[in-house]
């Protein structure tokens, strides 16, 4: 495929070194080159099967709106704007597209929400909980989209909605914590990224899988497709 990345940051180098690899042919921009999304059009975009975004919220809501104007499939790894989830999801049914966002696109985060969706049951039983991450001291939003699906998931399951804390420090790449606490025992659920790849891998994994649907999707709901 050939596939456009946006964000020459940490994770998107990642991805775009993983997307060679598995033999794409892979186009990079900068934020600098692509400054309120102006390098997004349907000319530059003609021969791009599926865009990959990881930069920033504002900039990402920008490119979203270019992608789906010049009808290109887009994958979504940038956290922050999910305000914008119902109306991008009108633009993207209107255009016939395929959209794929997601807080987290490691397979290992996607099976902590499972186990955070049947976890989240202490709470109905005098369990208290709290959700801790912490990511790299350069990370734009707090807390990250990740500790907000997390928060959402238990309090589908559970009924109460926990309280994130949120560390920004040195170059963590990301950890995620949950911790239910009773006066007879604690649960304690960590997951721990040790690199990007993990994000990178899904990322990649989620663009071929999108190249060939339509439709508006999140990643936790089809990951176990790839």
């Not at 794409?24 to 934020?31: F, I, N, P, T």
């Not at 709470?123 to 001291?137: C, M, V, W």
């Not at 699906?149 to 309280?163: A, H, M, P, Y």
Request: aromatic share 10%; charged share 25%.
């Amino acid at each position: 495929m050939n596939l456009l990345i946006l964000g020459r940051g940490k994770t998107g180098s990642q991805v775009a070194e993983v997307a060679r690899s598995w033999r794409h042919h892979v186009r990079v921009l900068s934020a600098a080159e692509n400054a309120g999304a102006k390098a997004l059009t349907s000319e530059s975009l003609a021969t791009t099967d599926v865009v990959i975004d990881f930069t920033t919220p504002t900039a990402a809501v920008a490119n979203a709106e270019a992608c789906i104007r010049a009808k290109k499939h887009l994958v979504v790894g940038t956290t922050g704007w999910y305000d914008e989830v119902p109306r991008l999801c009108e633009m993207v049914t209107a255009s016939g597209i395929g959209f794929l966002y997601g807080s987290n696109f490691s397979i290992g985060v996607n099976l902590f929400f499972e186990i955070a969706a049947t976890a989240g049951a202490a709470l109905k039983y005098d369990y208290s909980g709290q959700i801790f991450e912490r990511h790299h001291e350069s990370k734009k939003d707090a807390p990250s989209g990740t500790a907000l699906t997390i928060q959402k998931i238990v309090r589908d399951s559970g009924g109460k909605e926990l309280e994130i804390t949120s560390f920004r420090e040195g170059d963590a790449v990301g950890m995620h914590e949950l911790v239910f606490n009773s006066t007879g025992d604690r649960v304690y659920l960590c997951h721990d990224a040790k690199s990007r790849l993990g994000y990178a891998e899904g990322a990649v994994r989620g663009a071929e899988w999108l190249a060939a649907k339509t439709g508006f999707f999140e990643f936790r709901d089809i990951w176990r497709e790839l």
